[in-house]
């Protein structure tokens, strides 16, 4: 059966527990500031004007990855990449983002959500810039609600489980997969462009 209603919905979910929307905060406390502070890798979803959506990851060294400015903004750098800047059209159409913490041990999840700008301000990107390279642009983030997510997920998963991990073998690399996908495209060639990039334009 599809579910197209919220009545329909919470015919298959119980309510939430009192404390689900109480520990909805509309501000970066002193927990929030930690669990920023020790993450090295994030996700970012956006959403065009249409409502198609969009994830991005994001990684930094911890301390780098994002900068806490007050209770109530959050400076996200936007680093070289591959210059789609799928998120950044989306919030020029649609300026809101989801941000997913994550800290590498830790079960639990850090989600913030709120309002994002593009900001080229110099004073933002040198707040930001690492080994003396500034970010391209800066997202500022109005922050709108932030909470802890509970470790469910990623007990299920076993994310940080040694055990779990997957050879690298067992997946082609990015050149061979563009390959199959790409007429014409290269793997060697991109596999060597990419570890290239990875060693000399990170920053």
């Known amino acids: 059966m599809s579910i197209d209603t919220m009545e329909q919905l919470r015919t298959v979910y119980r309510p939430p527990a009192p404390r689900a929307e109480l520990k909805v905060l509309d501000r970066l406390d002193a927990h929030c500031r930690n669990f920023i502070a020790l993450s090295?890798?994030?996700?970012?979803?956006?959403?065009?004007?249409?409502?198609?959506?969009?994830?991005?990851?994001?990684?930094?060294?911890?301390?780098?990855?994002a900068h806490v400015l007050d209770d109530a903004t959050l400076l996200?750098?936007?680093?070289?990449?591959?210059?789609?800047v799928d998120t950044l059209m989306n919030l020029v159409e649609r300026p809101y983002v989801g941000l997913l913490f994550f800290v590498p041990g830790l079960t639990e999840t850090l989600r913030i959500n709120g309002r994002a700008d593009i900001s080229t301000d110099p004073a933002l990107l040198e707040l930001l810039a690492i080994k003396g390279k500034p970010p391209i642009s800066v997202l500022?983030?109005?922050?709108?609600?932030?909470?802890?997510?509970?470790?469910?997920?990623?007990?299920?998963?076993?994310?940080?489980d040694p055990s779990a991990q997957v050879e690298r073998s067992c997946y082609p690399t990015y050149g061979q997969v563009l390959a199959d996908q790409i007429e014409g495209a290269d793997a060697r060639q991109i596999d060597d462009g990419e570890a290239k990039s990875a060693r000399t334009e990170l920053y």
Do not use: M, T
């Open 40 to 65: 090295p890798f994030y996700v970012i979803s956006s959403a065009r004007a249409d409502g198609r959506a969009d994830a991005s990851p994001r990684g930094d060294p911890p301390g780098s990855l």
């Open 76 to 84: 996200l750098p936007d680093r070289p990449g591959n210059r789609q």
């Open 140 to 160: 500022k983030v109005a922050v709108e609600e932030a909470f802890l997510h509970c470790a469910k997920a990623l007990i299920r998963a076993r994310l940080w």
